[in-house]
């Protein structure tokens, strides 16, 4: 299992819901979490591998989570800027403003339902893969002037590692 990168359409579509859970929905959970892990990311969502379901696995700070239909449902009037970057768009990284304070609703795969509340780091993370099972990238969050320039970078590093004979697909 491999992630997607920008610009494949299922990063920019709003993911299906999830009405049961099936083994293959466990299957692609055990999946994710390992395509997390080796890529050393913080959270991944169904999208960044090409599924168009609403399921995340996030470990910020070694806080693990798998969610099925994850929404934020309150955000903290309080917002912090920080550098954000995203498997889907590798290399470039830029000033992101979110909430500072989440909290999370979703179902874990035993059908439970759940509600989490989180801040700094672990509130990012959940934000954004929230965001990506909405079809929502972080270079949506920059103004027009960031994401072109992250763009360009992007595009720059995908280019020198084609020629330098790594593979990187999507670009």
Do not use: W
């Amino acid at each position: 299992m491999d992630i997607v990168t920008y610009p494949e359409e299922v990063l920019r579509q709003e993911a299906e819901e999830i009405t049961e859970i099936t083994e293959e929905i466990r299957e692609l959970a055990d999946k994710m979490t390992e395509v997390m892990f080796r890529e050393e990311g913080v959270g991944l969502a169904a999208p960044q591998v090409g599924v168009g379901k609403k399921l995340i696995v996030v470990n910020p700070e070694e806080d693990f989570h798998i969610l099925l239909n994850p929404k934020i449902v309150e955000r903290s009037s309080e917002e912090e800027s920080m550098d954000e970057g995203c498997l889907s768009v590798p290399g470039p990284e830029a000033p992101v403003s979110r909430a500072q304070k989440v909290v999370v609703e979703g179902t874990d795969l035993d059908g439970n339902d759940v509600r989490l509340t989180r801040e700094g780091l672990a509130a990012r993370v959940f934000q954004h893969e929230v965001d990506h099972v909405n079809g929502t990238l972080y270079i949506d969050h920059l103004s027009e002037v960031e994401r072109s320039i992250v763009l360009r970078e992007y595009r720059k590093a995908g280019e020198e590692g084609k020629e330098g004979g790594e593979e990187n697909s999507g670009l």
